[in-house]
C-alpha cells in the first residue's frame, strides 16, 4: 500500500494561487494512479485532476480546466496542484489518493470509487 500526505492548504481571496503537495510513501514502486479530489460541505466528493505515478498524461475536471494544474517529482515521489485563478467555489477540502493500476497504465480515471487509499486531506477556503 502507499500512504499519502496532503499539506498546503489555506486561505486566499478570489484570483489568487495556492499550491498544494502529497507526497507519498510506503510501496511507491508500484504502478499508481494519484488522483487529486475535493469535497466541499453537503456536496459529493469531486475529481480534480490525476496522473499516474511516473506518468506524463494529465487529466483534469471539467471545472479546473485551465485553472489546476497537476504535476510530480519522481525523485521525491511527490505529486503537487497548482491551483491559480481560485473561485469561492473551489473551498473545499481536498485529498489526494491513490488507484493501483495495471504497469504501464497511462490512463487515470477521476473516479473517487476506483481511489483505495486516502490521505488525511487538506483544507482551501478561497474568500470572494
Known amino acids: 500500500q502507499v500512504h499519502l500526505v496532503e499539506s498546503g492548504g489555506g486561505s486566499v481571496q478570489a484570483g489568487g494561487s495556492l499550491s498544494l503537495s502529497c507526497s507519498a510513501s510506503?510501496?511507491?514502486?508500484?504502478?499508481?494512479?494519484i488522483g487529486w479530489f475535493r469535497q466541499a460541505p453537503g456536496k459529493e466528493r469531486e475529481g480534480v485532476a490525476a496522473?499516474?505515478?511516473?506518468?506524463?498524461?494529465?487529466y483534469y475536471g471539467d471545472s479546473v480546466k485551465g485553472r489546476f494544474t497537476i504535476s510530480q517529482d519522481n525523485a521525491k515521489s511527490t505529486l503537487y496542484l497548482q491551483m491559480n485563478s481560485l473561485k469561492a467555489e473551489d473551498t473545499a477540502m481536498y485529498y489526494c489518493?491513490?488507484?493501483?493500476?495495471?504497469?504501464?497504465?497511462?490512463?487515470?480515471?477521476?473516479?473517487?470509487?476506483?481511489?483505495?487509499?486516502w490521505g488525511q486531506g487538506t483544507q482551501v477556503t478561497v474568500s470572494s
Open positions: 496522473m499516474a505515478l511516473g506518468g506524463r498524461n494529465t
Open positions: 510506503g510501496d511507491t514502486g508500484s504502478s499508481y494512479c
Open positions: 489518493a491513490a488507484d493501483p493500476r495495471p504497469a504501464g497504465t497511462q490512463y487515470c480515471y477521476l473516479l473517487p470509487y476506483k481511489y483505495v487509499n
